[in-house]
């Protein structure tokens, strides 16, 4: 099956510092999606971005479908981005996502 | 409009026990998907329904069965319950090109 690989595992932050995410994926895809895991288990959507770029506030993501990458950019980062983040690729928008091992961010004022 | 809705919480069983999650989709999808996700990694493709027929299965023992009604809720049933059945169970319902929204979960943890 494919494999999604992200980067870094882990990363600690002082607020305010800006940040990249990376999501390696090994095939071809129609859906790529970035999630938030919040403390209490909640997969909040940021992008469905299977290619191009989308900006929301202070995040945006970048999706290269041909050389198989997604980055997402987090800038002034504050505490409450703190979290997990996953990206998560599949064959289309409603069929089975295959996740990645995410981000681990922290972020200390 | 309200977001996936899963029921329960929480959930506290023992080793063989049977145990039934339940999901509402996002009003207007007809595609349900469910995950499980242990500690420390991320979650994992069990099943995923459209139209109340199974389109897609996960590497899961036969233990772990789905349905989907009419109304495109749906149920996730794991018979014969293993410790390492703990777990948060994710519900995601999707309409089709626009990716896959997630519930709360549901967290089992299996004595």
């Known amino acids: 099956g494919i494999q999604v690989e992200q980067s870094p595992p882990d990363l600690i932050l002082q607020e305010g510092a800006n940040s990249t995410l990376r999501c390696n994926f090994s095939?071809?895809?129609?859906?790529l999606q970035w999630f938030h895991q919040n403390p209490w288990g909640q997969l909040i959507n940021l992008f469905y971005i299977p290619s191009g770029t989308k900006q929301n506030g202070r995040l945006s993501a970048t999706t290269v479908a041909t050389e198989r990458y997604s980055l997402l950019y987090i800038s002034s980062s504050q505490t409450t981005d703190s979290g997990v983040y996953f990206c998560?690729?599949?064959?289309?928008?409603?069929?089975?996502?295959?996740f990645g091992t995410g981000t681990q961010l922290k972020v200390e004022l | 409009d309200a977001g996936v809705t899963q029921s329960p919480t929480h959930l506290i069983k023992t080793r063989g026990q049977h145990v039934t999650l339940r999901c509402s989709p996002i009003s207007g999808h007809k595609s349900v998907s469910w995950y499980q996700q242990v500690l420390g990694q991320g979650p994992q493709f069990i099943f995923q329904?459209?139209?109340?027929?199974?389109?897609g299965r996960g590497n899961f023992p036969d233990r772990f069965s789905a349905r989907q009604f009419p109304n495109y809720s749906s149920e996730l049933n794991v018979n014969a319950l293993l410790l390492g059945d703990s777990a948060l169970y994710l519900c995601a319902s999707s309409l089709g090109g626009q990716g896959q929204f997630f519930g709360p979960g549901t967290r089992l943890t299996v004595l």
């Open positions: 095939d071809s895809v129609n859906n």
């Open positions: 329904y459209y139209e109340k027929e199974e389109r």
């Open positions: 998560a690729v599949g064959p289309g928008g409603g069929n089975k996502l295959t």
